[in-house]
């Protein structure tokens, strides 16, 4: 079974601190992905990545930032947290979609508060 | 906007019987799936419908895809308490790549 490990359940920040969350999977994923999570909003891509070192905005990137230095990490960075940014963080991972998709399989998530 | 919208919003039903949620989306879509989220913790994917196909069966799961109306329904049927939990859609768009886009969820309740 693919694990998507998220390094915390809960996080609790204050406003301007600069902010990391982990996330490692065990399956040699091409692609890592980070949503946050609200409620009545579904999951919105922040950002993606589709390689080591690659990395590419998806719908809602303002205000935060991402690296990717190992197949296996993706972390997603408040630059300077604030509190419109205390969410659910959810971290997915897949392989490729090259003609066919490939399901996302997820952590269980980071809820972030920020003070 | 979101590309999904789910209706309802949330769903309280006894154990023993269906459940019902529908999911609207705007743009044709290559695929269409449910995800189920239990609480505080990860979505989970239960189903893929492609676009050429009208309804996908899987153990209790039944979804139906109209792709002339742009919608999709989940059916859970003889529903159990370990199915309560928050259940998406999500669309993928082969021109967007990686990217699924979800909508806003149902949450469902399973009385005993």
């Known amino acids: 079974d693919v694990k998507v490990t998220q390094s915390s359940r809960y996080l609790v920040k204050r406003t301007g601190e600069k902010v990391f969350l982990e996330c490692v999977q065990d399956?040699?994923?091409?692609?890592m992905f980070w949503y946050r999570q609200d409620p009545g909003l579904g999951l919105r891509l922040i950002y993606f990545?589709?390689?080591?070192?690659?990395?590419e905005k998806g719908d809602i990137p303002e205000g935060y930032s991402v690296s990717r230095e190992k197949k296996e990490r993706f972390s997603l960075i408040l630059e300077s947290a604030s509190t419109n940014q205390t969410s659910m963080y959810l971290c997915?991972?897949?392989?490729?979609?090259?003609?066919?998709?490939?399901?996302?399989?997820f952590g269980d998530g980071t809820r972030l508060s920020i003070l | 906007s979101q590309q999904g919208e789910e209706d309802p919003q949330a769903l309280s039903i006894q154990e023993g019987e269906n459940a019902t949620m529908n999911c609207s989306y705007k743009?044709?879509?290559?695929?269409l799936q449910w995800y189920r989220q239990n609480s505080g913790r990860g979505l989970v994917h239960l189903i893929l419908?492609?676009?050429?196909?009208r309804e996908k069966h899987s153990g209790r799961l039944r979804v139906t895809l109209d792709t002339s109306k742009k919608s999709s329904s989940l059916l859970i049927t003889a529903s159990r308490a370990a199915d309560t939990a928050s259940y998406f859609c999500?669309?993928?768009?082969?021109?967007?790549?990686?990217?699924?886009?979800f909508g806003g969820g149902t949450r469902v309740l399973v009385k005993p």
């Open positions: 399956m040699d994923h091409e692609n």
């Open positions: 743009t044709s879509i290559n695929n």
């Open positions: 997915a991972s897949s392989l490729p979609n090259r003609g066919m998709y490939q399901p996302q399989h």
């Open positions: 419908i492609r676009s050429n196909e």
């Open positions: 999500a669309t993928w768009i082969k021109a967007a790549g990686n990217k699924l886009t």
């Open positions: 990545s589709y390689d080591v070192k690659m990395k």
